[in-house]
Structures are given as C-alpha cells and as structure tokens.
C-alpha cells in the first residue's frame, strides 16, 4: 500500500475475494431454500400418506370373509379394491369401493391419479368422495385366500426447487401397508 491510498492491484484482489464470497453465500443460500420446500413438501406427502392409508385400514380391517366364509372384500383390478364392513354379528355394510381416477397430469406429462371412495354398486354409486389427489401410482393385492390386504401408494408431487427452461423431475414417494384383516376366513376344523 502506498502513502496514497490502495494500488490498483490491491482493490481488483479484494473485489475479486468479495465478489467469490458473494457468490459462495448466494449459492449456500440457494441450496438451503431448494432444500426446505423439498423437505416441506415431503412433509406435506408424508402427512397425506398418513390419512390416506389410516383411512384405508380402518375400513379394510373391519371387512373379510362372512360367518359362512363368503368372502366380504375383492380386488377387481389393482387399482381398485371392494368391500362390505361388519356392523354387526352378520350384517354387513352397503359396499364400499375405493378406485384410482384419472387426475390432471403434471407439466412434463407426468400421469397422476386421485383417490375417491364410492358408496353402492360400483355402477351406480349413492355418494363419491375423493380421498386424495396427486396420486403416481396406487395398488391393493389381495394375495388368494389371505387375510392380508398389501396397499402400495405412490405420491408425486411438482418439483418448484429447480430453475431453468426445462420442468424439473417430480418428487416421488411410494408408501407400504399391510392391513390384516379382522374377520379371516374360517376353517371348517373351526381352528
């Protein structure tokens, strides 16, 4: 340094450090932003997972196979199951069926479903809901004559953490469940 003040050489090596520490804090920053709405979505996932697969197994538990054995709960296709509750001793519930619908796709294409929940004949139902939306993929397996009811749930969620042109990748996440059944079929041993 001169009795002057900074040489020219001195104030571009400074500019140059703080302008790299800008940048440095900038990114640091970007990370931890795209980090906390990807965490806050999966939370928000996590929590409709929850609900959906609560709300299944309070239901699938309580339906089976009759006195008689005939079986109360089938899986028409994987994205569908149906099923009769016990609200008595022998008397049953009007049916229940729980189907994967066709939802708006994501940007990009990606397919997504909605979850709704028919009262009555599959057909001809008496009341719709829907239970869920933003749905990538939703199966039930009923594997023969089990007691088990295998629920695979998938959400897919638009991905806003990335800038640039081209829409990022979604964010996936699958779900497992197993719900046994509380009416199982009986032997004819009676065991």
């Known amino acids: 340094m001169s009795r002057r003040g900074h040489t020219l050489l001195e104030v571009v090596i400074a500019s140059a450090a703080v302008a790299a ?46 006195l008689d054995g005939a079986p109360m709960l089938a899986v028409p296709s994987p994205a569908e199951v149906t099923f009769r509750t016990r609200t008595g001793l022998d008397t049953w519930s009007e049916q229940v069926t729980y189907r994967r619908v066709t939802d708006t796709p994501l940007s990009g294409g990606v397919p997504r479903w909605r979850l709704v929940r028919l009262v009555g004949p599959a057909a001809t139902p008496v009341a719709t ?10 199966s039930f397996t009923l594997p023969a004559g089990g007691a088990t009811v295998l629920v695979r749930l998938e959400l897919v969620r638009a991905n806003p953490t990335w800038p640039g042109a081209s829409p990022p ?19 004819p041993w009676g065991s």
Request: charged letters at 30%.
């Open 21 to 66: 520490l800008a940048l440095a804090v900038a990114s640091l920053s970007l990370a931890l932003r795209r980090s906390y709405v990807e965490s806050t979505i999966r939370v928000d996932m996590d929590e409709d997972a929850r609900r959906v697969l609560t709300a299944l197994r309070r239901e699938l538990r309580q339906s089976g196979y009759g």
């Open 129 to 138: 809901t829907e239970v869920a939306r933003g749905i990538g993929d939703l």
């Open 169 to 187: 990748p979604p964010l996936r996440q699958v779900y497992e469940d197993q719900v046994e059944l509380l009416n199982r079929p009986r032997s």
